[in-house]
Nanobody, 124 residues
Framework: QVQLVESGGGSVQAGGSLRLACAAS????????MGWLRQAPGKEREGVAF????????HYVDSVKGRFTISRDNAKNTLYLQMNSLKPEDTAVYYC?????????????????WGQGTQVTVSS
């Protein structure tokens, strides 16, 4: 079955950096658009960044553009999120997710699996 395991969360001061990783197994990794979503206390889960199955197309929520970079290594079945210039409002649990299709545009609400989440805390 689909397994997604995140790592790399932690606590950092504002302006700092963190790199999240997500190891995927149980399916053909390159068949899935992959994404990072986050959920802060009392808020709805939001999509942060997505990358197509081949890695050629990326999408970001406006609040992280220019600060976060999503990437993937299809040879290692691993997804990454480089987070720079972190702000207190980036504090949340970050989830790795695998969509059901390679394109991030087609049927964006269909997922094949989710990770357990990793906490990111940014202090001012």
């Amino acid at each position: 079955q689909v397994q997604l395991v995140e790592s790399g969360g932690g606590s950092v001061q504002a302006g700092g950096s963190l790199r999240l990783a997500c190891a995927a197994s149980g399916y053909t990794y390159s068949d899935s658009c992959m994404g990072w979503l986050r959920q802060a206390p009392g808020k709805e889960r939001e999509g942060v960044a997505f990358i197509s199955g081949g890695g050629g197309s990326t999408h970001y929520v406006d609040s992280v553009k220019g600060r976060f970079t999503i990437s993937r290594d299809n040879a290692k079945n691993t997804l990454y999120l480089q987070m720079n210039s972190l702000k207190p409002e980036d504090t949340a649990v970050y989830y790795c997710a695998a969509r059901s299709y390679s394109s991030c545009i087609y049927r964006p609400h269909d997922y094949r699996g989710w990770g357990q989440g990793t906490q990111v805390t940014v202090s001012s």
